[in-house]
């Protein structure tokens, strides 16, 4: 599975960005997928994901209620929309998938991040 992650950019903050994260190689509908994130000088987070078999979604508490997973099997692409942001969720953002439907937090796949930065 190869993943690819677009939809970073430059944002005030309290606005909104969609990330986009287009999975090619493998059909995954069943996969798992989720998004990470990690700041200059800090480690990658956990951000947020859909698992069992998109039944059930988790987010970080630092993006709840702000932070929205979404996916589309039909396009095999999945979304991370982010409202309501601060200069705290500035960082890389990276697409993850998992073949195995129970995991959410530790993925196998990985896209390249792309970059979100919002200045206050």
């Known amino acids: 599975v190869q993943l690819q992650a677009s939809g970073g950019g430059l944002v005030q903050a309290g606005g909104s960005l969609r990330l986009s994260c287009a999975a090619s190689?493998?059909?995954?509908?069943?996969?798992?997928v989720g998004w990470f994130r990690q700041a200059p000088g800090k480690e990658r987070e956990f951000v947020g994901a859909i698992y069992l078999g998109g039944r059930r979604t988790t987010y970080s508490e630092s993006v709840k209620g702000r932070f929205t997973i979404s996916r589309d099997n039909s396009k095999n692409t999945f979304y991370l929309l982010m409202n309501n942001l601060n200069p705290e969720d500035t960082a890389v953002y990276y697409c993850?998938?998992?073949?195995?439907?129970?995991?959410?937090?530790?993925?196998?796949?990985w896209g390249r991040g792309t970059q979100v930065t919002v200045s206050s």
């Open positions: 190689g493998r059909t995954f509908s069943s996969y798992s």
């Open positions: 993850a998938a998992d073949e195995r439907t129970r995991v959410a937090h530790d993925m196998y796949y």
